[in-house]
């Protein structure tokens, strides 16, 4: 991502700073951003708390989108800090999204060249000026071979060549060319074939292969409950409120859980169409009902 001015860089250190202090902070904060990413930076977390910001805030900015129009820089500041922070702060967040999206538009919007292809009647000219030089080359070796005599000698030549054009590789016409030698002959003749332009409309080709097809298959869960989950958040929000004393929309909340946290699933419930499961913390603290959309579930659940 292009570089930001200085102004927002300070006002971005001053926002994150905070929550920077120790080294525990810092583990959370990165692991926060890119929970469900494909892979994170390698960002060190040591020195002190207004080094690592900056450091933080540059590779955050190289790193570039975590999802879809989801900048890491983004995600940062509206994922992590937004829902921690007063009124004051979540403004200075507001400001700071137009040049975060503005710098990622830049990037995207790079060109690139692409390479100029070839005529193909460059190819075609080419191959016949290599024809003419072969069959200038053979009435110099028919000269350098000829007898000596006051007589006539025929020297007869053949050359014949195929040369793919447009749709028909084997339309060609044949010219005979008389070439007449310096010693008292007759007429040397060289036959060639040149390829003519054709333009009857092109042949589909078709292919068949009794090769079986391809079958891409995805992974079978085969496993049981209690097993595994992250916690994921579909609006982008760290925090959520959204665990359940039974499963149902209505229930009052018992627990708050954060984005990308590990918890165990104990159980599943359907209720009017949509699948819940009952969690707990990885330490075995009972927390309660929460939707599908809000797990992402390992491959040893059911």
């Given at each position: 991502m292009?570089?930001?001015?200085?102004?927002?860089?300070?006002?971005?250190?001053?926002?994150?700073?905070?929550?920077?202090r120790?080294?525990?902070?810092?583990?959370?904060?990165?692991?926060?951003?890119?929970a469900?990413?494909p892979?994170?930076?390698?960002?060190?977390?040591?020195?002190?708390?207004?080094?690592?910001t900056?450091?933080?805030?540059?590779?955050?900015?190289?790193y570039?989108?975590?999802?879809p129009?989801?900048?890491?820089?983004?995600?940062?500041?509206?994922?992590?800090?937004?829902?921690?922070?007063?009124?004051?702060?979540?403004?200075?967040?507001?400001?700071?999204?137009?040049?975060?999206?503005?710098?990622?538009?830049?990037?995207?919007?790079?060109?690139?060249?692409?390479a100029?292809?070839?005529?193909?009647?460059?190819?075609?000219?080419?191959?016949?000026?290599?024809?003419?030089l072969?069959?200038?080359a053979?009435v110099?070796?028919s000269?350098?071979?000829?007898?000596?005599?006051g007589?006539?000698?025929t020297?007869?030549?053949?050359?014949?060549?195929?040369?793919?054009?447009?749709?028909?590789?084997?339309?060609?016409?044949?010219?005979?060319?008389?070439?007449?030698?310096?010693?008292?002959?007759?007429?040397?003749?060289?036959?060639?074939?040149?390829?003519?332009?054709?333009?009857?409309?092109?042949?589909?080709?078709?292919?068949?292969?009794?090769?079986p097809?391809?079958?891409?298959?995805?992974p079978?869960?085969?496993?049981?409950?209690?097993?595994?989950?992250?916690?994921?958040?579909?609006?982008?929000?760290?925090?959520?409120?959204?665990?359940?004393?039974?499963?149902?929309?209505?229930?009052?909340?018992?627990?708050?859980?954060r984005?990308?946290?590990?918890?165990?699933?104990?159980?599943?419930s359907?209720?009017?169409?949509?699948?819940?499961?009952?969690?707990?913390s990885?330490?075995?603290?009972?927390?309660?009902?929460?939707?599908?959309?809000?797990?992402?579930?390992?491959?040893?659940?059911?």
């Amino acid at each position: 991502m292009p570089s930001l001015r200085s102004d927002h860089i300070e006002r971005m250190v001053s926002l994150v700073e905070p929550f920077c202090r120790t080294e525990t902070e810092r583990i959370v904060l990165i692991d926060t951003i890119f929970a469900g990413a494909p892979g994170k930076p390698d960002i060190d977390i040591h020195g002190a708390p207004g080094i690592f910001t900056r450091r933080l805030i540059h590779h955050l900015m190289d790193y570039g989108t975590v999802a879809p129009d989801s900048p890491a820089l983004w995600l940062l500041l509206d994922g992590f800090v937004r829902a921690q922070v007063g009124v004051d702060k979540q403004a200075q967040i507001d400001d700071l999204r137009v040049p975060i999206f503005a710098a990622l538009t830049a990037q995207s919007a790079q060109p690139s060249q692409a390479a100029r292809p070839v005529s193909p009647l460059v190819i075609v000219f080419g191959v016949i000026g290599i024809v003419v030089l072969v069959i200038a080359a053979g009435v110099v070796a028919s000269r350098s071979t000829s007898p000596l005599e006051g007589t006539q000698e025929t020297v007869s030549g053949s050359l014949l060549t195929h040369i793919p054009l447009m749709n028909s590789p084997t339309n060609t016409f044949t010219s005979t060319v008389d070439l007449r030698t310096s010693l008292p002959s007759s007429a040397a003749k060289s036959t060639v074939a040149l390829p003519t332009l054709d333009t009857s409309p092109p042949t589909a080709i078709v292919m068949t292969s009794s090769a079986p097809p391809i079958v891409t298959t995805l992974p079978t869960r085969q496993g049981s409950y209690p097993c595994t989950a992250v916690v994921r958040s579909p609006s982008g929000a760290t925090l959520l409120n959204v665990v359940r004393d039974n499963p149902s929309t209505n229930a009052p909340p018992t627990a708050s859980i954060r984005r990308g946290d590990t918890v165990n699933i104990q159980r599943e419930s359907l209720n009017q169409g949509t699948t819940w499961y009952f969690i707990e913390s990885l330490s075995g603290v009972e927390l309660g009902w929460v939707e599908t959309q809000y797990l992402a579930r390992s491959l040893n659940c059911p």
